[in-house]
């Protein structure tokens, strides 16, 4: 077994390896929240673990029993002052999608909580998502005056355009049943204990397969999005420039007095 750790007031991402199996797991005191010092750390972590020759398989968590992901730190997204700076925040979670379609190995994320956000692009770009019953999610931006257009590929790739806009335009939540519908989810259980064993049995019978197999499914699975970084990266400068507008600006702030 081998062990990483990345620890900071940001947040944390810890790697464990085992048996060819790679568990990735980060941590925010905020519900899982990802300011940018942790979605850098999250998508180098991603990219270092897949490239390893002894891992056939990641899985992907988050700390604690609450949310898996409440998305963007909004502590961040009020502390931005330009347009450059709110791109170069979006472009972080580009980098972890890119990061996670482009790993040669699969990623089967357990998803023990509710998702908000960029947490729901993060689900998206997993190849595997078990969930619980009470992880209902939803796409938040667009009450903050922003939208959802990093994660928006990922999720219509996963879900279709109809669900994505869907989840976009009236920025509810969507119950775990639902997602699990539009294939979001690709599997849901009871509780944390069922989460356990049904991530712990997927990822060991992915591990146990032919990888040469596995790594060809994998590639199927992301086909035509090859050039998702310029595409992204084009989402994350609409993010930028939208995130310093005076309408989103105040409605940050009010929201951040309410929380």
Request: hydrophobic share 50%.
């Amino acid at each position: 077994m081998t062990t990483t750790s990345q620890f900071s007031a940001d947040g944390s991402v810890d790697l464990r390896e085992d048996g060819g199996i790679a568990t990735i797991r980060f941590g925010h005191p905020k519900s899982n929240a990802l300011p940018g010092t942790l979605l850098r750390s999250l998508a180098s972590t991603i990219e270092h673990a897949g490239a390893r020759s002894d891992v056939r398989v990641l899985v992907l968590r988050s700390e604690g029993h609450g949310a898996f992901c409440a998305g963007a730190s909004f502590d961040e997204l009020a502390s931005i002052r330009d347009a450059e700076a709110g791109r170069e925040f979006f472009l972080g979670f580009a980098r972890v999608i890119v990061a996670m379609i482009g790993a040669p190995v699969p990623i089967v994320t357990a998803v023990q909580g509710k998702v908000v956000g960029g947490g729901v692009g993060v689900v998206a770009a997993s190849d595997y998502a078990v969930a619980v019953e009470k992880a209902s999610l939803k796409l938040s931006e667009l009450a903050v005056g922003i939208g959802p257009f990093v994660v928006g590929p990922v999720i219509v790739h996963k879900m279709g355009l109809g669900a994505y806009g869907a989840m976009a335009l009236d920025a509810d939540w969507r119950d775990a049943a639902w997602a699990e519908r539009h294939g979001l989810y690709a599997q849901v259980v009871a509780d944390a204990n069922a989460l356990d064993l049904a991530v712990a049995a997927r990822a060991q019978q992915l591990a146990a397969s032919n990888p040469e197999a596995v790594r060809a499914i994998k590639r199927v699975l992301w086909e035509g999005t090859d050039v998702w970084e310029e595409l992204l990266e084009e989402r994350a400068a609409t993010s930028g420039e939208l995130v310093v507008s005076e309408f989103t600006r105040k409605a940050i702030a009010k929201f951040r007095s309410l929380s």
